[in-house]
């Protein structure tokens, strides 16, 4: 069965300075996979998405990832975080098995301070 | 384009008490799923309808939660009776089904329920 991990619960950046969120996942065949985007009180957004070819991704808000086979690693990154970008993230991955499916990792928590 | 509807947004009920959490997905959206989120976890799917049939219920505890599809359109998730471990959000997500059975479709998550069991 597919699995995510998400290894870390709470990441703090400052704002303007980088952020990579972690996002490794289990699954024998080539995987799809997302970046979701959770606000407060708010239900999940799709930042990018990853089916095949090119292994960088762009996604809204100026978020990119980056699809490593040899290391099952798909990473969030944005070069300068705004306070806005305080959000929990979620990384998920897709499976088709005569239906598609979404398996969520359990999130890492962003914040940034001033 | 109107994203997913739920309602109510939020509900403090007591424990052994009954709940029902109501969806209205995007319009044309064949499939339509209940997720799970309890706090500090990712969503777990409870169930995944494709028009008016069930797809996956595997992870839905059958003796206490149903839900139904009526015509392909609207949902309802029950809950009867409900425990204290039923406390969560409860999303209601829905997709349009056209990467076909070979892709995985974009979810599209409405704003969720969030269920206080006392």
């Known amino acids: 069965a597919q699995s995510v991990t998400q290894p870390d619960i709470h990441i703090t950046v400052s704002e303007g300075a980088s952020l990579e969120l972690r996002c490794n996942y289990s699954?024998?065949?080539?995987?799809?996979l997302f970046w979701y985007v959770q606000s407060p009180g708010q239900g999940l957004q799709l930042l990018l998405k990853?089916?095949?070819?090119?292994?960088l991704v762009q996604g809204i808000k100026g978020f990119e990832a980056e699809f490593k086979r040899s290391q099952s690693s798909f990473n969030l990154r944005k070069p300068s975080v705004h306070w806005s970008d305080a959000a929990e993230y979620f990384c998920a991955v897709g499976v088709v098995s005569g239906y598609s499916t979404l398996t969520f990792g359990k999130g890492t928590m962003l914040l940034v301070s001033p | 384009e109107a994203g997913v509807a739920q309602s109510p947004r939020y509900k403090i009920i007591e424990k052994r008490q009954s709940v029902a959490f109501w969806c209205n997905p995007i319009s044309g959206h064949a499939t339509l799923y209940w997720y799970q989120q309890i706090l500090g976890q990712g969503p777990k799917l409870l169930i995944q309808?494709?028009?008016?049939?069930?797809?996956?219920d595997s992870q839905l505890p059958k003796d206490r939660f149903s839900a139904e599809r009526l015509k392909g359109v609207d949902s309802t998730l029950k809950i009867q009776p409900a425990k204290l471990e039923d406390s969560a959000v409860y999303l209601c997500?829905?997709?349009?089904?056209?990467?076909?059975?070979?892709?995985?479709?974009?979810?599209?998550f409405g704003p969720g329920t969030r269920l206080t069991v006392l």
């Open positions: 990853y089916f095949s070819g090119d292994t």
């Open positions: 309808f494709q028009n008016n049939g069930v797809v996956d």
């Open positions: 699954y024998g065949a080539t995987p799809y």
């Open positions: 997500a829905s997709s349009n089904g056209t990467s076909g059975r070979g892709g995985v479709d974009e979810q599209f």
